[in-house]
């Protein structure tokens, strides 16, 4: 028989092809038997998390409860991050939705409470799966380290719908054994100064070896360089910040724009230009082009050790680990103490990471099959020994009190004593202002760039941006002031019905409403004075 | 030929009749439902629910009318012309009763579409409705929220040629006129905002905060930040025992904020003993 190349190639795709179905047809056969198993129920739970280590450590929990419940099979459904909100919605709005979901991307309030369970209920209740351990008395609720403040729903709806697994922080990676090469050291930079001692050592390193051999500093990208940048700058804006705050609440107020349009905000602030440099330099260490790059890039560059550090959330230390050939060692960022020669001036000292909160919320489907023994599985994952199980396999931080943080993980515990970050120039108004500072961004950042050349760029239009941002905040704020007089008059006609809870509700909306009332009208205020001030300037 | 052309509309017609057999019916909507779906933002169907009630009194017809305008005001798209609709079935509620709630409730909304919900907003309307609202049912909870949004409008106002200071005056003296709790919290808590637009005094800013801690804030994040800034409008004010009061209470109210830190060096600087709060302090270990 005479077999052209076409003719192979048909026959492999067509067998392929056969196996595939062959294969699909088997898994949904089985399923379909495991379903109509009476004595065997089936519950899901779907997520993204496809970080290493997750899918084992889901794994492992699910196993435990399904050790103590033999009628009860429990899967996870993994779907790639950025299909999920499509496959999520196609599901929920098909009825037949996972039993349990990762909620966040592609979720609204809207969406929660039409195809999701308030938990709130339950979670006041304490945990039975807490029984033995200091937590068996306690709500479900207050067993998490940020009391659910963070809990899906609860900020508009007044509900809980979703309780967390983890908690996560960002920290500065470094390959152990090119660090102790190139510096000399074996302990990490402890602050800025020794960072910009750790650029320098890099770059002498670096200087006589071939292209293709020498190593950056840090590993940028689009996602990666913003988390170092931002939490440097914010470092340099924390005297700024308090200085600006006219209401004494010790932090970047809620509506830095009215600062602006007060007159009070102004970008050429000295501690805004340090922090400018600041970025500068940190830009200058970073890969030719980092800002146009993508997350995996940055950690290609840092695994093949053409990096010596990378920034990144400690859900990622399983990841950075597995693909690297190296020790990883992780540390706090390196931000600049008051006493630094160069970037001192405007610090007040280590940021604090003491609000930071849960993550991995799990929600529970309104459509789940099995909607009792989904929350119970919900309840077992989030129990303080599950939670530690999960911690401990994953390497992710625990969001259970009481759970010990495993070795591996302690240098991502949220630092507690410090300071707050101050405001930062590309978030100081909104999409406008972020525009004109990513639009600028390569002035400041790139090999010929400088803070001045930025400036030049980026001042003339920071004022009409923050003009049309404070304008479109003021048309989005009016909206939300609305939405709440409906939720209102329905929360006070449930209440005179004798729901309980929605007399609550409708008393915490009614605060919220009455200060995002004041704080739109001083806002419309200070826009209007600014502009009538602007006016009377040109005439 | 023509068969096949006409063979899958046929097939889908004789099924859809066949579809609605097995189809589940959902239970009819009734005014309780209608006003949960409309409490979980699910504006459209709540409004659609309304619609559908049948009311079985001439009461009910009235909360059927609230019902329908109150949802209708934040049905999507917005437009005028639902607004024109709500205001006159708010009209037709206001006609058929005395003062009951739903009256007033009514008098309330159609001053909210004149200040929030009409584009552009008539800030003159609202205050002539607010002002009508306060003056029929003065002690009626929605009047006294009225008049923490009247005095908004007013201080805040950009038509007004009255210079500001004149009318925080008037705020103050129209304080007095607020008795339930909770909107003089709120009224209060304008009040501070206004007089620190116009840098009163420390001593004066702390009395409006202090009235608002009196009535009680109900959202953590506020409460913390009611603390924070009472203790330091008392340090401002040279109130240093209260100073050192508010501090402490913020310090043992909230173990998970970024400030405790800063405010431990302020009741360091104050003489305190920052300590007597740090004992509270949690770690992530201990408590929420």
Redesign the interface.
Known sequence: MNWDREKILNSIGFTLLGACFAYSLFNVATRTAREQDEEVVSIRFAHWQLEAGIRTAFDAVANEYMKLHPNVRVEQILIPERVYPTWLTTRLVGQNPPDLVLLGIGMSDERLARYFVPLTSEVAKPNPYNKGTDLEQVAWRDTFVDGLVTSPGIVNLFDYYGVPNSVSTIRLFYNKPLYQKITGKTQPPRNYEELQGVFKAVQEYSKDLPDKQKVLAVAGSKYNSPILMDRLFASQTQKLTLALDRSNVLRVPTNPQIAFFDGLLDPRDPAMISALRLTRELGQNMQTGFISLAREDATFYFAQERALMITSGSFDLASLVQESDFEVGVAPIPLPDPQDPQFGEYVLGQTSEAETGTNVPFGLAQDSKHPEIALDFLKFMTSQPSNRLFSHTSTWLPSVVGVEVPEVVEPFEPIQEGYPGGIMLRSSGGSEVVRIYDNAFYSLVSKDGSVEKFMDLFLPQYPQAMLRDGKLALKNSLRNVGRHDTTLSALKALAVRGDDTAETKALRLAEIQARQETDYYQRRYAIWSYEQRMQKEKQ | MFWKLIRWPVVLAALIPAAGLWAEESPAPT??SA?????????ND?NRSFNQVQAGNPQEER?LA??QA??L??VQPKTNSNMDRAKEMLNRVIAGGDSD?LTV?SRY?LA?IAQ??QLP?DDGEAIRLYSDLINKHPDHVLAQ?AL??RA??Q??S?ESKTPLQDRYALLLKEAGLVTEA?AR??YQ??AF?AG??LNRPARELLGHLIQVEATG????R?LA?LY??LG??AN?AGEKKMAIHYYQTFLNGFV????????REKLAELGANPEAAQSQ?S??????
């Open positions: 005014l309780q006003w949960k779906e409309a409490a979980s933002l699910l504006v709540s909360e609230y019902g109150a949802t005001i934040n709630d409730s909304l909210r929030v919900h907003p929220q923490v949004k908004n409008l201080f805040f950009t909770e919290r709120d808590m304008l905002v620190q637009r804030v109900v959202r953590d506020a930040d924070v800034r330091e409008f401002l998970r904020d970024t400030r405790r830190l800063i405010v302090d770690n992530r270990k201990i408590k929420p």
